[in-house]
T-cell receptor, first 116, second 114 residues
Framework: KAGVTQTPRYLIKTRGQQVTLSCSPISGHRSVSWYQQTPGQGLQFLFE???????NKGNFPGRFSGRQFSNSRSEMNVSTLELGDSALYLC???????????????FGPGTRLLVL | GESVGLHLPTLSVQEGDNSIINCAYSNSASDYFIWYKQESGKGPQFIIDIRSNMDKRQGQRVTVLLNKTVKHLSLQIAATQPGDSAVYFCAETPVGGGGNKLTFGTGTQLKVEL
């Protein structure tokens, strides 16, 4: 099976702009989660989508939003970018709710966002 | 002001030795645990997982130990190789919580010396 793919891999934006990141989960996986990774805060959960519905949300401001499409692909959007939004944004997919026997949550390579 | 960067603990081992990476978790409700390996420039890669009804699970060259009494998790890597050099994260989540929200530890940098 192909792994989780994320596009774009690298992105440079300026403060005040908005950005949309895309994630394609492993085929057959219905749950997509997003995480932010920074040197200061480590890996932090943003939100999770399952069957096009947001099921969980982390402690991030409303500028961070997401959605999931009927084919399970997901996008996240960050509006009014701030310098502190510079991070590696990771997407992870799983078949359904953890744990799922021998399957678990698999991560994509991430999108590196730099806000200038 | 801004918080300083996380100081990752570092474990240095000689090639061929065994490595033990530790993780403390705080959520008593967590009952599913995963170890991930993250190499530079890549996303976290699944290594091994364990449920709270077990205290030990073995994979290929890796063993995870769970001590629920003291809320401690460890990852043992046998015959450590240069390719094992990476940052290792433990992650936890409660089962049946209606979602797949993982809480990650701060990570441990493993350096394998030749």
């Amino acid at each position: 099976k192909a792994g989780v793919t994320q596009t774009p891999r690298y992105l440079i934006k300026t403060r005040g702009q908005q950005v949309t990141l895309s994630c394609s989960p492993i085929s057959g996986h219905r749950s997509v989660s997003w995480y932010q990774q920074t040197p200061g805060q480590g890996l932090q959960f943003l939100f999770e989508y399952f069957s096009e519905t947001q099921r969980n949300k982390g402690n991030f401001p409303g500028r961070f939003s997401g959605r999931q499409f009927s084919n399970s692909r997901s996008e996240m959007n960050v509006s009014t970018l701030e310098l502190g939004d510079s991070a590696l944004y990771l997407c992870a997919s799983s078949p359904r709710e953890l744990p799922t026997g021998t399957e678990t949550q698999y991560f994509g390579p991430g999108t590196r966002l730099l806000v200038l | 002001g801004e918080s300083v960067g996380l100081h990752l603990p570092t474990l240095s081992v000689q090639e061929g030795d065994n490595s033990i990476i530790n993780c403390a978790y705080s959520n008593s409700a967590s009952d599913y645990f995963i170890w991930y390996k993250q190499e530079s420039g890549k996303g976290p890669q699944f290594i091994i997982d364990i449920r709270s009804n077990m205290d030990k699970r073995q994979g290929q060259r890796v063993t995870v130990l769970l001590n629920k009494t003291v809320k401690h998790l460890s990852l043992q890597i046998a015959a450590t190789q240069p390719g094992d050099s990476a940052v290792y994260f433990c992650a936890e989540t409660p089962v049946g919580g209606g979602g797949n929200k993982l809480t990650f530890g701060t990570g441990t940098q493993l350096k394998v010396e030749l």
